[in-house]
């Protein structure tokens, strides 16, 4: 449940798609690909992202962590199943 509920938050799956299809991306970079998000929720989404051991800090920006790499191989599959679903909606 606390997965869930993490992954629940606003911009957190959009924090995680990010930074594991686009590597390492600073704070500006990664508020530019997520479009719309406040700096303030993203500064929160990040710290509860890095504390949840999902996003690190490096040297280039904000970057996955293996944890997050794993967890993304699970949710990535459902780009194409909401792409249909999207399609099928009135």
Request: include cysteine; charge should be neutral.
């Amino acid at each position: 449940m606390a997965l869930l509920d993490l992954l629940g938050r606003r911009w957190c799956l959009g924090i995680i798609w990010q930074v594991s299809e686009n590597g390492p991306l600073t704070f500006r970079a990664l508020e530019a690909k997520c479009g719309g998000v406040s700096p303030s929720v993203l500064n929160t989404r990040l710290r509860e992202l890095r504390e949840a051991g999902l996003v690190q800090v490096g040297d280039d920006g904000y970057e996955a962590t293996n944890q997050c790499l794993e967890l993304f191989a699970l949710i990535e599959p459902m780009r194409n199943w909401s792409h249909a679903w999207a399609r099928k909606l009135p």
